[in-house]
């Protein structure tokens, strides 16, 4: 995975004081050149207050008078910039690749570098079965400190939002837009109690864009790099929520869907995550914190009749090796084993066409349950 000081963009670019930086990023978003690939290659060369300077006065000191507006109703508000690379950006997010070189954060700040984030998301035309099935998701999850992550939108994301609040559970709204304020306006109050329990907005917007078409799927990848999970509960196909699912499995996040037998048609994305690989099965609520390892099952793991294994020509050792609930990384079966990686590699395979195990995204693998 990308880590931030392997990226061409900060060479020459993030650097010298905090507060001049953001005034000049703010300057340049203000400057029509700033958003091109050659403009943001120079920026790269010489810097980005070398790159303003070479603008005539009569353009850079109105772009810099907007800017300082900018930043003075951002203060005004509460609202502070994270700069990738420095103190308090967070850590998962700025191991993107594609990271937001500012993410605008207004309410505890804190919350983005909490124990256990999960992103959950959905429809916006969720089922009544959709929103039981968030209910049940929360309860499903351990007493232990975690904090859900969603975008503030109609349907399945405000029903986690609220469910987080009613539990007492941190929550992160990733917003499509400006911080200056929420969409739709029918979350407007929802959004102030976010801020009222101690959680936070967070956005890449600077105050007053507004949201777009395509401001909501670059959210997306907000909401994935923020998380070490994401669980898509109601997903029809095509959808948003998609489109999350595939970008944390880019960014080598887990990805969960809840069964499809949960809302049949109203299912049809999680079923396709699933047949795709893209996403695990959670087959109940419990089994997100299961196989997070965030929770002991109260009933252990059945146990391998190696006997009955060697006898149906599986591999005793690899299936011993497996969990049948909580998917384990390659690197664990080949500790496990004390095996040479690459014949692991070739017994789990011939495993898994037999049938007695089954591949996960991220290269995890569990045992198939017979």
Not at 121 to 149: C, I, N, Q, Y
Not at 250 to 259: E, P
């Amino acid at each position: 995975m990308t880590q931030v000081g392997e990226r061409d963009p900060l060479i020459g670019f993030i650097e010298g004081d905090a507060e001049q930086w953001l005034l000049d990023w703010l300057t340049a978003k203000q400057l029509p050149k700033f958003n091109g690939r050659g403009a943001l290659r120079a920026v790269r060369e010489v810097g980005l207050s070398n790159w303003l300077s070479g603008f005539a006065p009569n353009m850079l000191m109105p772009a810099r008078d907007r800017a300082c507006r900018e930043r003075d109703a951002m203060a005004e508000q509460g609202v502070v910039a994270l700069i990738l690379g420095r103190r308090g950006y967070p850590h998962l997010l700025g191991q993107l690749p594609d990271a937001p070189w500012v993410l605008f954060v207004k309410g505890n700040v804190d919350a983005l570098s909490m124990r256990r984030p999960v992103g959950v998301v959905g429809t916006r035309k969720a089922s009544s079965v959709g929103h039981a099935a968030v209910e049940a998701l929360f309860e499903g999850m351990p007493d232990a400190p975690w904090v859900m992550v969603s975008g503030m939108a109609d349907g399945i994301d405000a029903t986690a939002h609220r469910m987080a609040l009613d539990r007492g559970v941190p929550t992160v709204a990733c917003l499509a837009h400006g911080l200056h304020a929420v969409h739709p306006r029918t979350n407007v109050r929802l959004a102030e109690r976010v801020l009222d329990a101690g959680g936070s907005w967070v956005s890449e917007y600077r105050w007053g864009m507004p949201a777009s078409k395509y401001t909501f799927p670059a959210r997306n990848r907000i909401i994935a790099g923020l998380v070490e999970a994401v669980v898509v509960v109601e997903s029809g196909d095509p959808g948003g929520s998609l489109i999350t699912a595939r970008l944390a499995q880019d960014y080598d996040r887990r990805v969960f869907a809840l069964s499809p037998t949960w809302c049949a048609d109203a299912m049809k994305g999680n079923a396709r995550l699933i047949r795709d690989q893209v996403a695990e099965l959670l087959h109940a609520p419990e089994d997100l914190p299961l196989a997070m390892g965030w929770l002991k099952r109260r009933d252990p793991a059945p146990e391998l009749d190696v006997a009955d294994a060697s006898n149906a020509q599986g591999d005793p050792a690899i299936l011993s090796a497996l969990d049948p609930y909580i998917s384990r990384p390659f690197e664990e079966v080949v500790e496990r084993l004390a095996g040479e990686p690459n014949g692991v590699r070739k017994r789990l395979l011939e495993a898994e066409l037999d049938g007695w195990v089954r591949c996960w995204p991220g290269d995890r693998f569990t045992r198939t349950v017979r």
